[in-house]
């Protein structure tokens, strides 16, 4: 199928996205199968993206529904799924935000699904069907409905990465480097986003204007060794978000930037690994910037442990409730969390060895 086909509708309110560099100096995920519906080719942002994948020589479908994804087994429809790119129109109820505490007042979506591979996804038992990834073709009309959240006598802020990474795709769709354009031209609003990825060479001179806030997921070595397949390493995020907080004279974005440590876990030597961790964030951003922490401690529901195990069925992943607690929330919900004493003690660790690494950052929030 050629552009020639769907160059018809009407300009997408939003910058294009920047080219799609020729050769890659970071680990990027490139789907086996792309599958645009006829109502995203539609849609201008569609389009860009179309474009993108063909210039990425990646085999691309038209269907108007998402079939093909389910193998024999939930292991292979796993498998099949993220390896496929799906370009859809977010349908209109993902116009009405849901708030999202504590990460921020409103989530929005761009995309849904991940394409890493981390063996304690939070996706697991969150999204429904094969976890095929998942991308909005209208982002104009879902960014145009933002500024109805907006509070008229404060900073909202607004989370884009609740169901995917939206670093990890940039590069197959800009939505991203739409997002941050969009928010720097808004007054009282903030974007916030996370990832586990590292190339952020086209978000650097970003018209952001201190508007977003730009966080990586790290975690002890052990830890993102053995559970976070296919993403950057913790060293390569590190270094992201140190071009992302440098200021623009040193050849840095001059971004918010935050670390998001997550999921602790309670493995053998815990304090040593991550005081590593934190020793080797300290010397990365070795000058003064605008940094948060947000501190989240493991947890499962049952629903998330049937489906992670049928996922990753050699983990070596901790799932065992023996030694857990029970927590509900108001929908009558269940999660297993760790056990209050070694909750305070964790708590107690991170809020100390940050407070005397990062005594100018400020922790969000420990859960």
């Not at 769709?173 to 354009?181: H, Q």
Request: some cysteine; proline content about 6%; aromatic content about 10%.
């Amino acid at each position: 199928m050629s552009t020639a086909n769907i160059v018809n509708a009407a300009t997408v309110p939003v910058t294009r996205p920047a080219p799609v560099a020729t050769a890659y100096r970071h680990h990027h995920w490139l789907p086996e199968q792309v599958i645009f519906t006829p109502a995203a080719l539609e849609e201008s942002w569609g389009q860009q993206i179309f474009e993108r994948v063909q210039s990425l020589g990646l085999p691309t479908t038209v269907q108007s529904r998402l079939t093909g994804l389910r193998g024999e087994t939930e292991r292979e429809t796993y498998a099949i799924a993220k390896r496929t790119l799906a370009v859809v129109t977010a349908p209109a109820s993902q116009l009405k935000l849901s708030p999202i505490p504590p990460s921020a007042d409103w989530q929005f979506h761009i995309a849904q699904g991940c394409p890493a591979h981390c063996q304690y996804c939070y996706l697991a038992g969150s999204l429904q069907g094969p976890p095929v990834i998942r991308v909005y073709a209208n982002l104009p009309q879902i960014l145009d409905n933002l500024q109805h959240y907006e509070a008229a006598d404060r900073l909202t802020t607004y989370e884009v990465s609740c169901y995917t990474d939206p670093l990890g795709i940039e590069h197959l769709t800009g939505g991203l480097a739409a997002c941050i354009r969009y928010f720097g031209s808004r007054d009282r609003a903030q974007l916030r986003w996370v990832s586990k990825f590292d190339a952020v060479d086209d978000l650097i001179d970003l018209p952001h204007n201190g508007h977003t806030r730009c966080r990586f997921s790290v975690n002890a070595a052990a830890i993102a060794r053995s559970l976070e397949g296919g993403t950057a390493t913790v060293d390569q995020r590190l270094q992201a978000v140190r071009r992302l907080a440098l200021p623009a004279v040193q050849g840095g974005g001059g971004y918010p930037v935050g670390l998001v440590i997550a999921p602790i876990m309670l493995i053998e030597n815990w304090r040593e690994a991550y005081t590593e961790l934190l020793d080797k964030a300290a010397a990365t951003l070795d000058f003064e910037c605008d940094l948060t922490f947000e501190l989240i401690s493991h947890r499962f529901t049952p629903g998330s442990k049937g489906i992670l195990q049928q996922w990753y069925p050699k983990s070596k992943l901790d799932l065992d409730e023996t030694n857990r607690s029970v927590k509900r929330n108001k929908f009558g919900g269940t999660k297993y969390v760790y056990e209050k004493g070694t909750m305070k003690e964790l708590e107690a660790f991170f809020r100390g060895a940050i407070a005397q690494k990062f005594p100018q950052a400020q922790i969000l929030y420990w859960t």
